[in-house]
């Protein structure tokens, strides 16, 4: 089956904690015109919001971005709003094609993320709920190794922040769970309410004069040919002429662009958020009002929000499905980690699709033979941060050229071959090796 599927999207769609909680009253108009630009964006989550800030900053604000339904309406309007430290779960599986040196700048580049939101937010005066706490969480010793390690990192990245091991009983002071051996309390990381931070964004970017289009699905791209130096990328209502491109679809890319679309495979990640909670009870969950993950191959990962609930979110570990009752899924993991919620309420239960490539790794670059084509995808489950650090680079490399975006474009991206017809089988037989290679990376 088509892993995107109107009876999947119709189950994942549901109203979720974004949609409820949307404080900008946006809407942009569809196309229905020819029009020119100098570049033509096609996706309105992050990627494309944010590559198109970051070029918009540069002064280059000829910029359109087309939108198949509405902005947010990817990933970026259905995550867990964790922001995280890094760039890739594992920064290691690129170092064969770095080297120690690129290594070195993919850390220092992996280390921007939070700043650059909270200084968006800043700039532009988003109303985002950005939070600062956050707590990578360790089930046994063997995770409590791992994440000594990740401290000391973390550390040489960002010495400024408050960044403590905990570990026995000390680990409460960050959690109301007694199921963790040990924790990371990194101040520098936290969460945000991804769909106001994206809508926020994307008024700054009109605000620059760049135009923004929903309810645009793109239905093809006609490339530059020698005779003809621009891209033409049509709807069915109208067309761009543009002379750079960037796709930013990530798991809602389909088929349209074969060249990308192989090198990625949607696997699926769900949510509940609870009734609002009293504070007292906020308070023994997370007296940190914090967002959290623990740090197997594949996480659960939670957040207390403004409005007191807690948003819990995972995945499935090994075999790929959507579970028939999304509430029902994630109570069960939710009272693993905090068994006194039993009576509290799921007001909302929603998922989506997540765009993993080979790596784990982000992937940006230009198509083949295409220099003015460029893309971005593959987050792998890990955007909301990663997606900010990415597209700074991306638009470097869309402009004026840099050094690091030489460097990230030049991971090569594995083809995932059978990707269409056997999905589940592939994405089961990877976190089954996950799973199974976590013993040795000490994730599990
Ligand atoms: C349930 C869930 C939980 C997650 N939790 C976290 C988390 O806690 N932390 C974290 O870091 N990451 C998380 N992620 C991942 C993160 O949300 C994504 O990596 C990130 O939002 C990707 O942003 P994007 O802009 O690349 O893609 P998207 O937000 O998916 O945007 C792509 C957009 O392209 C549009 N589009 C597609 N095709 C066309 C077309 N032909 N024409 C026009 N538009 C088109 C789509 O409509 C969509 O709006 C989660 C993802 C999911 C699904």
């Not at 119709?10 to 404080?23: E, I, P, Q, R, S």
């Not at 992996?110 to 706490?133: K, T, W």
């Not at 955007?383 to 004026?400: D, F, N, Q, R, Y």
């Not at 999905?423 to 199974?436: E, F, M, N, P, V």
């Amino acid at each position: 089956m088509n892993a995107l599927s109107p009876a999947v999207m119709n189950k994942l769609d549901a109203l979720n904690y974004y949609t409820v909680t949307k404080k900008y009253d946006l809407a942009f108009p569809r196309l229905t015109a020819d029009v020119e630009a100098d570049v033509v964006v096609i996706g309105g989550g992050f990627s494309g919001i944010n590559t198109a800030l970051e070029l918009a900053e540069k002064g280059i604000t000829d910029v359109v971005v087309l939108e198949g339904r509405h902005l947010g309406y990817g990933g970026t309007g259905r995550n867990g709003g964790q922001v995280m430290a890094g760039i890739g779960h594992d920064l290691n599986a690129v170092r064969k094609h770095v080297g120690p040196e690129g290594l070195e700048t993919l850390f220092k580049i992996a280390g921007l993320g939070a700043g650059i939101i909270r200084d968006r937010i800043a700039r532009y005066g988003i109303d985002a709920d950005f939070r600062q706490g956050y707590g990578y969480l360790a089930y046994n010793d063997r995770q409590v190794k791992t994440l000594r390690g990740w401290a000391e990192e973390f550390r040489a990245v960002e010495p400024d922040v408050e960044i403590e091991l905990l570990t026995g009983k000390a680990v409460q002071s960050i959690i109301g769970s007694e199921v963790y051996a040990g924790a990371i309390k990194h101040m520098g990381g936290g969460h945000v309410n991804s769909l106001n931070l994206l809508l926020g964004e994307a008024q700054a970017l009109v605000s620059h004069g760049a135009r923004i289009f929903e309810n645009s699905p793109v239905i093809s791209v006609e490339y530059a040919t020698p005779g003809q130096d621009r891209i033409t990328v049509r709807t069915n209502a109208g067309s761009v002429r543009a002379s750079k491109l960037l796709w930013a679809c990530d798991s809602f890319l389909n088929r349209l662009e074969p060249a990308i679309a192989s090198k990625t495979i949607n696997t699926f990640a769900f949510q509940i958020a609870t009734e609002p909670l009293s504070d007292a009870l906020i308070e023994r969950i997370s007296p940190i009002r914090g967002a959290y993950s623990d740090i197997r191959p594949v996480i659960d990962y939670f957040r207390v929000t403004n409005e007191n609930r807690l948003l819990y979110g995972s995945a499935t570990r090994m075999l790929d499905y959507i579970p028939e009752d999304l509430a029902a899924w994630n109570r069960e993991l939710m009272l693993k980690t905090f068994p006194y919620l039993a009576d509290v309420k799921i007001d909302l239960a929603w998922g989506g699709p997540m765009a993993c490539s080979a790596n784990l790794f982000p992937q940006i670059g230009t198509l083949p033979d295409r220099p003015n084509a460029f893309y971005v995808q593959g987050y792998s489950g890990f955007g909301v941060t990663p997606s900010h650090i990415v597209c700074k680079v991306l638009a470097e490399g869309m402009s004026e050229g840099s050094a690091r975006y030489d460097l990230m474009a030049s991971i090569p991206h594995v083809s995932i071959v059978g990707k269409d017809v056997a999905r589940a089988g592939i994405t089961s037989a990877a976190k089954t090796w996950h799973q199974l290679s976590g013993y040795f990376n000490g994730r599990r």
